[in-house]
C-alpha cells in the first residue's frame, strides 16, 4: 500500500505566484513528515521536516492529522525553486518517499 | 566535510550479469542506507545498516540482491544476477547517531541500466 501520495507530478507556475505541493499520507498513528529536495545535478536533501516547525527558503509545511497531508507552500516561487520536491514518512525508523513533484518555476 | 560518496556513478550490464555498487558514507555516520529510485518513482529503502549490523532488509530481494557493511563504515550493495526491472538508481545515504529525524545524507547515486 502507498504511504505517501503526491498526486502532482508536474506543476508549474509564474515567478512570484504561490505554490503549493501536495502530501498525503498513510498511518494511524503519529506521523513524522519530511519535504526532501533535488535541484537539477545535485543531491537529494532534507528541506525542512514536520517536528521543527521551520521555514526554509520561504518554505513551510503544516501537518493536517484530520486530511492526513502535510502541504508545501511558498508565497512567492523563485526561479530557483524549480526542483523535484520528496515528502517522506517516517515510521519506526523506516523512510517511505512519495513519488516526487516536479516544480518549474517560469520567469 | 566531505558527502557521501559512491561509485561507480553509471554501470551498463546485460541482463543475468553481476553487479557491485560501493559507498562510503559521512565520517562517524552510525546509519547507512541503500535505497532504489526507479524512473518517476520516489527513493525505496532496500536496506539500513546501525554500525555493521542490519536494522531493516525487508524490501531487498534477497534472492538477487545482498549488502555488507564490513567494519561499519564502507558499504557494498551486489545485485547478481541482474535483471531487467533493475534498472534504477541505488543510492545511499548516511545519518549520525546522534541526529535528528530525518537527518539523510544522500550520495549522488548509481544509475543502472540493464539491458
Known amino acids: 500500500a502507498q504511504r505517501v501520495t503526491q498526486p502532482e507530478k508536474l506543476l508549474s507556475v509564474f515567478k512570484g505566484a504561490p505554490v503549493e505541493l501536495k502530501c498525503n499520507y498513510s498511518y494511524s498513528g503519529s506521523p513524522e513528515l519530511f519535504w526532501y529536495v533535488q535541484y537539477s545535478r545535485q543531491r537529494l536533501q532534507l528541506l525542512l521536516r514536520h517536528i521543527s516547525r521551520e521555514s526554509i527558503k520561504g518554505f513551510t509545511a503544516d501537518l493536517n492529522k484530520g486530511e492526513t497531508s502535510f502541504h508545501l507552500k511558498k508565497p512567492f516561487a523563485q526561479e530557483e525553486d524549480s526542483a523535484m520536491y520528496y515528502c517522506?514518512?517516517?515510521?519506526?525508523?523506516?523512510?517511505?518517499f512519495g513519488s516526487g513533484t516536479k516544480l518549474n518555476v517560469k520567469p | 566535510e566531505a558527502g557521501v560518496a559512491q561509485s561507480p556513478r553509471y554501470k551498463i550490464i546485460e541482463k543475468r550479469q553481476s553487479v557491485a555498487f560501493w559507498c562510503n558514507p559521512i565520517s562517524g555516520h552510525a546509519t547507512l542506507y541503500w535505497y532504489q529510485q526507479i524512473l518517476g518513482q520516489g527513493p525505496k529503502l532496500l536496506i539500513q545498516f546501525q554500525n555493521n549490523g542490519v536494522v531493516d532488509d525487508s524490501q531487498l530481494p534477497k534472492d538477487r540482491f545482498s549488502a555488507e557493511r564490513l567494519k561499519g563504515v564502507d558499504s557494498t550493495l551486489k545485485i547478481q544476477p541482474a535483471k531487467l526491472e533493475d534498472s534504477a538508481v541505488y543510492l545511499c545515504?548516511?545519518?549520525?547517531?546522534?541526529?535528528?529525524?530525518?537527518?539523510?545524507?544522500f550520495g549522488p547515486g548509481t544509475r543502472l541500466t540493464v539491458t
Open positions: 545515504a548516511s545519518s549520525p547517531l546522534a541526529g535528528g529525524p530525518g537527518e539523510q545524507y
Open positions: 517522506a514518512l517516517l515510521i519506526f525508523n523506516k523512510f517511505y
